[in-house]
T-cell receptor, first 113, second 113 residues
Protein backbone atom coordinates (compact mmCIF):
# COMPACT_ATOMS: atom_id res chain seq x y z
CA UNK A 1 0.00 0.00 0.00
CA UNK A 2 1.36 3.44 -0.92
CA UNK A 3 1.96 5.32 2.29
CA UNK A 4 3.81 8.34 3.62
CA UNK A 5 4.60 8.53 7.33
CA UNK A 6 5.96 11.55 9.15
CA UNK A 7 7.55 11.99 12.53
CA UNK A 8 7.25 13.48 14.98
CA UNK A 9 3.56 14.36 14.90
CA UNK A 10 4.32 17.58 16.74
CA UNK A 11 7.37 19.47 17.84
CA UNK A 12 8.03 22.48 20.05
CA UNK A 13 11.31 24.39 19.79
CA UNK A 14 12.67 27.74 20.89
CA UNK A 15 13.27 30.53 18.41
CA UNK A 16 16.74 30.37 16.91
CA UNK A 17 17.12 26.61 17.33
CA UNK A 18 17.42 24.09 14.50
CA UNK A 19 15.14 21.13 13.96
CA UNK A 20 14.73 18.15 11.65
CA UNK A 21 11.50 16.58 10.49
CA UNK A 22 11.37 13.04 9.14
CA UNK A 23 9.43 11.38 6.33
CA UNK A 24 9.40 7.69 5.40
CA UNK A 25 7.53 6.46 2.37
CA UNK A 26 6.51 3.19 0.79
CA UNK A 27 5.44 4.46 -2.60
CA UNK A 28 6.13 2.76 -5.90
CA UNK A 29 6.89 3.80 -8.51
CA UNK A 30 8.51 6.93 -7.17
CA UNK A 31 8.44 10.13 -9.22
CA UNK A 32 9.29 12.93 -6.82
CA UNK A 33 9.04 14.02 -3.20
CA UNK A 34 7.77 17.39 -2.04
CA UNK A 35 7.69 19.26 1.22
CA UNK A 36 4.89 21.73 1.82
CA UNK A 37 4.39 24.29 4.59
CA UNK A 38 0.85 24.92 5.74
CA UNK A 39 0.01 27.80 8.06
CA UNK A 40 -3.06 27.33 10.24
CA UNK A 41 -6.23 27.89 8.21
CA UNK A 42 -4.33 28.28 4.94
CA UNK A 43 -3.51 26.15 1.92
CA UNK A 44 -0.16 24.35 1.66
CA UNK A 45 2.74 26.18 0.01
CA UNK A 46 5.54 24.28 -1.71
CA UNK A 47 9.01 24.42 -0.16
CA UNK A 48 10.95 21.90 -2.28
CA UNK A 49 10.47 19.23 -4.94
CA UNK A 50 13.11 16.50 -5.38
CA UNK A 51 13.40 13.73 -7.94
CA UNK A 52 15.09 10.42 -7.13
CA UNK A 53 18.42 11.68 -8.48
CA UNK A 54 18.56 14.65 -6.11
CA UNK A 55 19.63 14.02 -2.55
CA UNK A 56 19.54 17.54 -1.19
CA UNK A 57 17.74 20.75 -1.98
CA UNK A 58 17.61 24.06 -0.16
CA UNK A 59 15.13 26.89 0.00
CA UNK A 60 16.50 29.59 2.28
CA UNK A 61 16.65 28.20 5.82
CA UNK A 62 14.91 25.00 4.71
CA UNK A 63 17.02 22.06 3.49
CA UNK A 64 15.44 18.83 2.33
CA UNK A 65 17.33 15.57 1.90
CA UNK A 66 16.28 12.42 0.09
CA UNK A 67 17.61 8.89 0.31
CA UNK A 68 15.79 6.99 -2.44
CA UNK A 69 17.43 3.70 -1.39
CA UNK A 70 16.04 3.76 2.15
CA UNK A 71 12.96 5.74 1.08
CA UNK A 72 13.53 8.44 3.65
CA UNK A 73 13.50 12.20 3.52
CA UNK A 74 14.14 14.89 6.07
CA UNK A 75 13.45 18.60 6.27
CA UNK A 76 15.97 20.60 8.28
CA UNK A 77 15.06 24.08 9.47
CA UNK A 78 17.96 26.30 10.49
CA UNK A 79 17.76 29.18 12.95
CA UNK A 80 14.02 28.85 13.42
CA UNK A 81 11.76 31.89 13.47
CA UNK A 82 8.31 32.41 14.95
CA UNK A 83 6.92 32.42 11.41
CA UNK A 84 8.10 28.83 10.97
CA UNK A 85 5.24 27.74 13.22
CA UNK A 86 3.11 25.67 10.85
CA UNK A 87 2.42 22.14 9.69
CA UNK A 88 4.97 20.58 7.36
CA UNK A 89 3.64 17.99 4.96
CA UNK A 90 5.68 15.42 3.07
CA UNK A 91 4.13 14.43 -0.26
CA UNK A 92 5.24 11.75 -2.71
CA UNK A 93 4.27 11.61 -6.35
CA UNK A 94 3.51 8.01 -7.22
CA UNK A 95 3.22 8.09 -10.98
CA UNK A 96 5.26 9.63 -13.76
CA UNK A 97 2.20 10.09 -15.94
CA UNK A 98 -0.31 11.64 -13.59
CA UNK A 99 -0.46 14.07 -10.72
CA UNK A 100 -1.41 11.42 -8.20
CA UNK A 101 0.03 12.50 -4.86
CA UNK A 102 0.33 10.60 -1.59
CA UNK A 103 0.20 12.94 1.41
CA UNK A 104 1.64 12.46 4.85
CA UNK A 105 -0.37 13.68 7.82
CA UNK A 106 2.17 16.35 8.65
CA UNK A 107 4.34 17.50 11.53
CA UNK A 108 2.97 20.36 13.56
CA UNK A 109 5.86 22.68 14.50
CA UNK A 110 5.53 25.38 17.13
CA UNK A 111 8.32 27.90 17.63
CA UNK A 112 8.25 29.82 20.88
CA UNK A 113 10.22 32.99 21.76
CA UNK B 1 2.74 34.60 -8.94
CA UNK B 2 0.22 31.81 -9.33
CA UNK B 3 -3.03 32.63 -7.67
CA UNK B 4 -5.70 30.12 -6.77
CA UNK B 5 -8.77 31.60 -5.14
CA UNK B 6 -11.71 29.93 -3.47
CA UNK B 7 -15.10 31.54 -3.20
CA UNK B 8 -15.50 31.32 0.57
CA UNK B 9 -13.13 30.94 3.53
CA UNK B 10 -15.89 29.77 5.87
CA UNK B 11 -19.25 28.25 5.06
CA UNK B 12 -22.01 26.88 7.27
CA UNK B 13 -24.74 24.79 5.66
CA UNK B 14 -27.57 22.59 6.85
CA UNK B 15 -27.88 18.87 6.25
CA UNK B 16 -29.50 18.18 2.89
CA UNK B 17 -28.58 21.50 1.30
CA UNK B 18 -26.86 21.63 -2.08
CA UNK B 19 -23.46 23.25 -1.70
CA UNK B 20 -21.24 24.81 -4.35
CA UNK B 21 -17.55 25.46 -3.74
CA UNK B 22 -15.86 27.52 -6.43
CA UNK B 23 -12.20 27.63 -7.35
CA UNK B 24 -10.51 29.93 -9.86
CA UNK B 25 -6.88 29.95 -11.01
CA UNK B 26 -5.23 32.69 -13.02
CA UNK B 27 -2.22 30.89 -14.53
CA UNK B 28 -3.84 29.05 -17.43
CA UNK B 29 -3.14 25.70 -15.77
CA UNK B 30 -4.57 22.60 -17.41
CA UNK B 31 -4.95 20.58 -14.23
CA UNK B 32 -7.19 21.31 -11.28
CA UNK B 33 -7.89 19.32 -8.13
CA UNK B 34 -10.23 19.20 -5.18
CA UNK B 35 -9.03 17.78 -1.85
CA UNK B 36 -10.45 17.54 1.60
CA UNK B 37 -8.30 17.72 4.70
CA UNK B 38 -9.27 16.20 8.02
CA UNK B 39 -7.22 15.98 11.24
CA UNK B 40 -5.00 12.93 11.32
CA UNK B 41 -5.85 11.91 7.75
CA UNK B 42 -3.90 14.27 5.56
CA UNK B 43 -5.19 15.52 2.24
CA UNK B 44 -7.39 13.19 0.23
CA UNK B 45 -8.20 13.66 -3.43
CA UNK B 46 -11.90 13.98 -4.27
CA UNK B 47 -11.88 14.78 -7.99
CA UNK B 48 -9.49 16.19 -10.54
CA UNK B 49 -9.66 17.53 -14.06
CA UNK B 50 -7.08 17.59 -16.85
CA UNK B 51 -9.10 19.68 -19.24
CA UNK B 52 -12.29 21.63 -19.72
CA UNK B 53 -15.39 19.43 -19.34
CA UNK B 54 -13.17 16.55 -18.28
CA UNK B 55 -13.20 15.01 -14.78
CA UNK B 56 -11.73 12.01 -13.05
CA UNK B 57 -12.63 10.48 -9.69
CA UNK B 58 -10.06 10.64 -6.96
CA UNK B 59 -9.89 8.50 -3.85
CA UNK B 60 -13.10 9.66 -2.14
CA UNK B 61 -15.61 10.88 -4.76
CA UNK B 62 -18.75 9.56 -3.04
CA UNK B 63 -21.22 12.32 -2.25
CA UNK B 64 -19.47 14.85 -4.50
CA UNK B 65 -19.58 15.95 -8.11
CA UNK B 66 -17.59 18.54 -10.06
CA UNK B 67 -17.95 20.86 -12.99
CA UNK B 68 -15.34 22.43 -15.24
CA UNK B 69 -17.00 24.56 -17.89
CA UNK B 70 -14.05 26.95 -18.27
CA UNK B 71 -10.34 26.29 -17.99
CA UNK B 72 -9.82 28.62 -15.06
CA UNK B 73 -12.78 27.48 -12.95
CA UNK B 74 -13.38 24.18 -11.16
CA UNK B 75 -16.45 23.73 -8.99
CA UNK B 76 -17.10 21.14 -6.30
CA UNK B 77 -20.73 20.26 -5.65
CA UNK B 78 -22.20 18.56 -2.63
CA UNK B 79 -25.60 17.43 -3.90
CA UNK B 80 -27.03 16.83 -0.42
CA UNK B 81 -24.67 17.93 2.33
CA UNK B 82 -24.19 15.63 5.29
CA UNK B 83 -22.46 16.17 8.62
CA UNK B 84 -19.60 13.84 7.64
CA UNK B 85 -18.72 16.29 4.89
CA UNK B 86 -17.72 18.87 7.48
CA UNK B 87 -14.10 19.48 6.56
CA UNK B 88 -11.51 21.82 5.08
CA UNK B 89 -11.72 21.80 1.28
CA UNK B 90 -8.66 22.72 -0.73
CA UNK B 91 -8.47 23.43 -4.43
CA UNK B 92 -5.20 23.17 -6.35
CA UNK B 93 -3.97 23.68 -9.88
CA UNK B 94 -0.88 22.62 -11.82
CA UNK B 95 0.50 23.05 -15.33
CA UNK B 96 -0.01 20.35 -17.93
CA UNK B 97 3.18 18.35 -17.39
CA UNK B 98 2.67 15.41 -15.06
CA UNK B 99 4.51 15.72 -11.79
CA UNK B 100 4.42 19.51 -11.88
CA UNK B 101 4.06 21.56 -8.75
CA UNK B 102 0.54 21.95 -7.41
CA UNK B 103 -0.51 25.39 -6.19
CA UNK B 104 -3.15 25.45 -3.50
CA UNK B 105 -5.90 27.88 -2.71
CA UNK B 106 -6.51 29.17 0.83
CA UNK B 107 -9.16 26.56 1.59
CA UNK B 108 -12.83 26.62 2.53
CA UNK B 109 -13.79 25.50 6.02
CA UNK B 110 -17.23 23.91 5.54
CA UNK B 111 -19.42 23.07 8.51
CA UNK B 112 -22.59 21.06 7.94
CA UNK B 113 -25.04 21.15 10.83
Amino acid sequence: KNQVEQSPQSLIILEGKNCTLQCNYTVSPFSNLRWYKQDTGRGPVSLTIMTFSENTKSNGRYTATLDADTKQSSLHITASQLSDSASYICVVSADYNTDKLIFGTGTRLQVFP
Amino acid sequence: DVKVTQSSRYLVKRTGEKVFLECVQDMDHENMFWYRQDPGLGLRLIYFSYDVKMKEKGDIPEGYSVSREKKERFSLILESASTNQTSMYLCASSPGLAGGEQYFGPGTRLTVT
